[in-house]
């Protein structure tokens, strides 16, 4: 299975600590495909569909239902994890995602 930066993937989370977010969800892809290609890990966002107010969220459409990335969440996981992949991000969803990142983590 081809892991793509900016893919929207369904994987399996547990076992979780504390306050991490649990149990099989779909989370996006952040790494660059650079590292994708050459590692066995891939580092991921997850998804929501509880609409919070938080500034490290960002809303995307997936199978026509309203979701979010959770930016506050970013993890490191092996590609064991991954079920299967759903789709990709729009343009626009990229754009916002990149921008939520560079102001959380870059500034």
Known sequence: MEMKQYAIVLVNLDPTIG????????CVIISPDEMN???Q??????MTSQDKNYPTRVAVEHNKTKGWVVLDQIRTIDKKRVITVF???SKKE?????????????A
Do not use: C, D, Q, W
């Open 19 to 26: 306050r991490e977010m649990k149990k099989t969800r779909p």
């Open 37 to 39: 290609n050459h590692l």
């Open 41 to 46: 890990t891939i580092v991921i966002a997850p």
């Open 87 to 89: 789709g990709r991000l």
């Open 94 to 106: 990229i754009f916002k995602l990149k921008s939520i990142i560079h102001e959380t983590y870059v």
